[in-house]
């Protein structure tokens, strides 16, 4: 119902912008980010809460009947059959330096069957979704079958390149041993890709990859709210989003390119175990 997904992705817009500037507007003009062990992480912490708390205010007034699945407040489910997913920050670590990549990710998915009734995506399907960037105030939506925009205009993503000449964008985990295994898969692909780019935000290099500003993505350990919107975002433009082998992204393997363009990158991956391993 096309009706219905443009309220949603007028909805994900406006409360992902909202929550972008109560966060932007709250983060202190100096973190002290070596002051004590704790004080850094609870800053986070903090405006992760409040913008989440404020997410989920917003959305029970609009839409009451959803349920919602947020990285800090955990899932609640709704009776409409729509779950909003939401990641309040993401990309906490530039958030806490001060660095530009972050951003407020907002989907409305209508959950497939899992054990635990939350949103899968295995079996998702994203209905809408929006990344906003609060530090360069740029919005990304996209609702499905309806495109991909950029602040109105759309997206689409670049030609398909041999690798060699393909800005491939990825991360990193927090888990020690996975960033060891991580780090042998991103050793032998430097020397085969144009460059590799870490920004720091799942969701922006998702979005990067829908407008042009990276070929490829790979990354392992992708939760929902990293994927949710901007996966869409990334489809609506001309990517593929997949995993390894068939699979859908998961967790386990998230890759975005353009049909043709991804097959080198899927692979390497696949010739690599990379998403058992890294
Ligand atoms: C992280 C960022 C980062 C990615 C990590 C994520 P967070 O999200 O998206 O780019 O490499 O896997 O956990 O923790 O800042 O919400």
């Not at 530039?94 to 949103?119: C, F, I, K, M, Q």
């Amino acid at each position: 119902d096309p009706a219905l997904v443009h309220e949603l992705m007028t909805t994900a817009e406006a409360v992902a912008r909202e929550a972008g500037a109560l966060v932007h507007g709250g983060r202190p003009t100096r973190v002290t980010v070596h002051a004590t062990k704790t004080s850094p992480v609870d800053v986070v912490t903090a405006m992760d809460l409040a913008s989440e708390t404020l997410v989920r205010e917003r959305l029970a007034e609009l839409r009451p009947d959803d349920g919602i699945l947020g990285e800090e407040q955990g899932f609640v489910r709704g009776s409409s059959g729509i779950t909003w997913v939401v990641d309040p920050i993401d990309g906490t670590v530039n958030y806490l330096y001060g660095l530009a990549s972050w951003s407020v990710s907002v989907a409305a998915v209508v959950a497939g069957p899992d054990e635990h009734g939350a949103p899968d995506p295995r079996t998702w399907t994203v209905l809408a979704g929006a990344v906003h960037s609060p530090t360069d105030g740029r919005t990304y939506v996209a609702g499905a079958g309806q495109g991909a925009t950029l602040d109105g205009a759309p997206l689409r993503v670049n030609d398909p390149q041999p690798l060699d000449r393909c800005l491939v964008g990825t991360g990193f985990g927090y888990l020690v041993e996975r960033r060891r295994a991580q780090a042998v898969v991103v050793a032998d692909l430097l020397p085969r890709v144009r460059d590799i780019r870490r920004l720091g935000s799942a969701a922006l290099d998702l979005c990067a990859v829908a407008g042009g500003g990276l070929d490829l993505y790979y990354e392992r350990g992708l939760a929902p709210w990293d994927m949710a919107a901007a996966g869409l975002v990334a489809s609506e433009a001309g990517a593929v989003v997949t995993g390894l082998r068939g699979r859908p992204a998961t967790d386990a393997m998230t890759v975005a390119g353009p049909p043709g363009g991804i097959d080198p990158l899927l692979s390497f991956l696949e010739d690599h175990g990379a998403d058992a391993t890294a």
